[in-house]
């Protein structure tokens, strides 16, 4: 069994881009999300790139206990790998100091809410970890790549007046009212290899190559390629920035190599 490629599924967005280069192709349309969510079945990780024009709603997304009381289903963890950012873009986390719930709602409805987050400039590279319950909020002239549990769950406080359903008392309920720890510190495993992510839902590594490196498949998992700069040939196979590739569980090691220098990330659930 070899490596083979995941489709792209790309979803308009009132706050997206035209412009998604080079990952993609520019777009007649505003594309605001890049899916790789798998062609026959669903991943147990998803995968997307999101491109962002505008402001993205304040938000905030349960953990599996939360969502299992809410819902019956699994909750939402992801992180964020940074890719492109405009002079002074910004992404939201958490407070910047504790809130009470009633000042949460209060500031939610009169629209406080954002002078209330900690805005957070960003930089090509940077890593965040959402943990469930964390507000968040992404500001426009952001790229970035999103590494989640392969969930839609998402409740909004507060969208700028926008004409969508807001989630109030359920996102009540779930935020984290405490600020948020920052960005991540990425501990490094050799021969290019960071490790950006850990946690029950997935493991990621950023690979940064200058040379050959194999990769070797889990016997009883799989793990995923998320090609962010560069091209070279994967298992014998070209490959370009905007690729997700998937290794089957028990597929033979095979090379990545790439031309000159590329950057991708790896990506699987733990044990």
């Known amino acids: 069994m070899k490596p083979r490629l995941v489709s792209p599924y790309f979803r308009e967005m009132p706050w997206g881009c035209l412009y998604l280069e080079p990952w993609f192709p520019p777009q007649e349309k505003r594309m605001g999300e890049v899916w790789f969510r798998g062609d026959e079945e669903p991943l147990p990780i998803l995968v997307k790139f999101i ?3 505008d402001r993205l709603s304040v938000q905030v997304h ?6 299992q009381r ?26 910047r100091e504790p809130l009470s719930r009633e000042h949460l709602r209060q500031a939610a409805l009169s629209g406080e809410i954002e ?3 900690n805005w957070v400039e960003v930089l090509p590279g940077d890593t965040y ?6 507000i968040h909020a992404i500001g426009p002239g952001v790229t970035l790549c999103e590494i989640q549990q392969h969930r839609d769950l998402t409740y909004r406080l507060h969208d700028y007046g926008r004409p969508r359903e807001l989630h109030l008392e359920k996102a009540l309920q779930v935020a984290n009212l405490d600020p ?3 960005r991540s510190t990425p501990v490094d495993l050799g021969q290019g290899r960071l490790l950006l992510a850990f946690c029950p839902y997935f493991a990621t590594e950023l690979w940064a ?7 070797r498949p889990l016997e009883d998992r ?16 070209p490959f370009a920035a905007g690729q997700v590739w998937l290794a089957p569980p028990g597929a033979e090691a095979f090379l990545v190599e790439p031309d000159g220098a590329a950057r991708l990330l790896q990506t699987y659930v733990p044990e």
């Not at 970890?129 to 964390?134: A, L, V, W, Y």
């Not at 190559?209 to 990769?215: K, M, Q, V």
């Open 51 to 53: 491109f962002t024009s």
């Open 62 to 67: 349960p953990g599996d206990e939360d969502a």
């Open 70 to 95: 809410l819902e019956g289903t699994p909750g939402k963890t992801e992180m964020w790998h940074i890719l492109r950012a405009d002079p002074g873009a910004r992404i939201a986390l958490g407070p």
């Open 115 to 117: 002078a209330l987050l």
């Open 129 to 134: 970890f959402i943990h469930p319950g964390t």
């Open 180 to 182: 948020h720890p920052g």
């Open 209 to 215: 190559l200058t040379h050959a490196l194999p990769c």
């Open 222 to 237: 799989l793990l995923l390629l998320v090609i962010l700069e560069g091209e070279g040939r994967l298992a014998g196979e």
